[in-house]
Nanobody
Framework: QVNLVESGGGLVQAGGSLRLSCAAS????????TAWFRQAPGKEREFVAA?????????FYSDFVKVRFTISRANTKNTVYLQMNSLKPEDTAVYYC?????????????????WGQGIQVTVSS
């Protein structure tokens, strides 16, 4: 069993930055696909970013966060991060960490075996 715990969320003004962290216990990230998803009220959970070990670490981003967000991993700390810059009000959502990519693609929520409880990010205009 893997437990994922997110931290670093909160309230920030538009244009500001936040860094989310996701700490894992029970399993290492070194060989596991990890990702961030988000879910706004009344909307489906959507893909934000992924870090996948394919001949080295490869990262993927959704179009709406490309350039502004950066996913990274500290394998020795068993932690994955999401640095979020130039935040917009439309980035407001609950952000979820996911790990254990197996089957499917990194874009799909069903492809991940483990999920954190989610953390609120609110961007004010």
């Amino acid at each position: 069993q893997v437990n994922l715990v997110e931290s670093g969320g909160g309230l920030v003004q538009a244009g500001g930055s936040l860094r989310l962290s996701c700490a894992a216990s029970g399993r290492t990230f070194s060989t596991s696909g990890t990702a961030w998803f988000r879910q706004a009220p009344g909307k489906e959970r959507e893909f934000v970013a992924a870090a996948v070990t394919w001949s080295g670490l490869t990262t993927f981003y959704s179009d709406f966060v490309k350039v502004r967000f950066t996913i990274s991993r500290a394998n020795t700390k068993n932690t994955v991060y999401l640095q979020m810059n130039s935040l917009k009000p439309e980035d407001t959502a609950v952000y979820y960490c996911a790990a254990g990519l197996s089957g499917g693609t990194y874009l799909e929520t069903t492809a991940y075996n483990f999920w954190g409880q989610g953390i609120q990010v609110t961007v004010s205009s």
